[in-house]
Structures are given as C-alpha cells and as structure tokens.
C-alpha cells in the first residue's frame, strides 16, 4: 500500500508558479498518481492524473520522474481562488488500492 | 466528467439513529465509492460499492455499520447506523467511469450527531 507524504502547507503570491511535491516511495507498478483540490465545503475536485513523465492539461502540470516515487504539481501563475488544500492520491488503475496523501494547504496571498 | 450529486448535503441527528445517504450518478459509471473525512483531514476509504453485488470494506469499516446499496451503474447509498458523535463527519461519494479514470466526487454529506 503506497504511502505518501505531501508539505503540509506552501504560501505563495499571485502570479507566481507554484510546485507542491508528493512522495510516495512504495509506490506499486500498477499506481497511477491523481491530484485533486478541494475548497472548504466542497468535494475534492480533479485536477490532473499522470502515471510517468510528464503531462500537461489547461490548468496544470504533473512531473514524474524515472523512478516514480515521487510527484511534483505544477500550478502557473496561481491567483487567490487557488487558495486550497491540494490531494496527492495514489491508487492502481482497478482501484483495488487507495491512498490519499495528508494534503497540502496553499495560500496565495495579494 | 460525471456529476454527482449527494443527498442530504447535511443533517443533524440522534445519538442512537441511523441516516441513508443518497449518491446519483448523472451518467452509468463503472465504480463508485464511499469516504469519510473528519473536519481538517484528508480521506479515507470506506468502501467500494459493488454493483449488484455486497459492498468491499477497507479494514476497520463492518458492514452491520455502514450498509451499502448499488442498485444500478448510476446510484448507491450509504447508511450510518446506530450514530454516536464519533460518527460526525463529512462522508463524500465518488465514481469513475473505469479502469485508470479519475475519480469525481460529490459535495458531500456533512452529519453531526448530537
């Protein structure tokens, strides 16, 4: 079972880029690796999904390096509605397992 | 992506009662899945519920407390039964359209128990 380990908050301002990086050292060769955001009172919403490499979608990036134990969101250009708690999740793609992170509060701030 | 929508957004109950959460689907999914997350936490797994089929539980949820129902691809519900306030929490649904598709949640159930 994949355990992951993500900052527990990140500051930033608006405008600037932001990386907010998960780990996830026992990660199985089946797992694939999901973001999600979620405001208060609201369900986690999806972001992007990635399994190696990189992928891109119009929001984010998701940069996975070689050995896959770890996984960096990439968010441009943040602005104050970006202000959430961001979800690592890493999971086999038949959803046998499920694991998601402890998440990362960011604040952007003026 | 599916929308999903749960039923009630909230409620207050009884110690001792039981409440049916509501999750439709607004289209057929392959999967679908009950969590909970205490205020400030992340998620946990309850259970994935099987269509036409008793639900799988993850370690240290038992179905006599939380039934599950999945009559169909599009809708499932959760009970909590017999409450006590360590029960208060959120309990969200999820659903995936299939093999390596993310998955979208509701909004949640927000259940204080008093």
Request: proline letters at 5%; hydrophobic letters at 30%.
């Amino acid at each position: 079972l994949a355990k992951t380990t993500q900052p527990i908050s990140m500051d930033s301002y608006e405008g600037q880029e932001v990386n907010i990086t998960c780990s996830h050292n026992n990660i199985a060769t089946n797992d694939y690796i999901t973001w999600y955001q979620q405001f208060p009172s609201q369900g986690p919403r999806f972001i992007i999904q990635g399994y190696k490499t990189k992928v891109t979608n119009e929001v984010a990036s998701l940069f996975i390096p070689a050995d896959r134990k770890s996984s960096t969101l990439s968010l441009p250009r943040v602005s104050l509605s970006d202000t959430a708690v961001y979800y690592c999740l890493v999971g086999d793609a038949g959803y046998s397992t499920l694991t998601f992170g402890k998440g990362t509060m960011l604040l952007v701030s003026p | 992506s599916a929308v999903i929508s749960q039923k009630p957004s909230r409620d207050i109950c009884q110690r001792g009662t039981s409440l049916t959460i509501q999750c439709q689907v607004d289209s057929q999914v392959t999967m679908m899945f009950w969590y909970r997350q205490q205020p400030g936490q992340s998620l946990t797994l309850i259970a994935t519920a099987n269509q036409g089929s008793e639900a799988t539980y993850e370690s240290g949820f038992v179905i006599d407390k939380f039934p599950i129902s999945r009559p169909n691809l599009t809708f499932s519900t959760l009970t909590v039964s017999n409450m006590s306030p360590e029960d208060s929490s959120i309990y969200l649904c999820s659903a995936t359209g299939g093999e390596g598709q993310p998955q979208h949640f509701g909004d949640g159930t927000r259940l204080s128990i008093l």
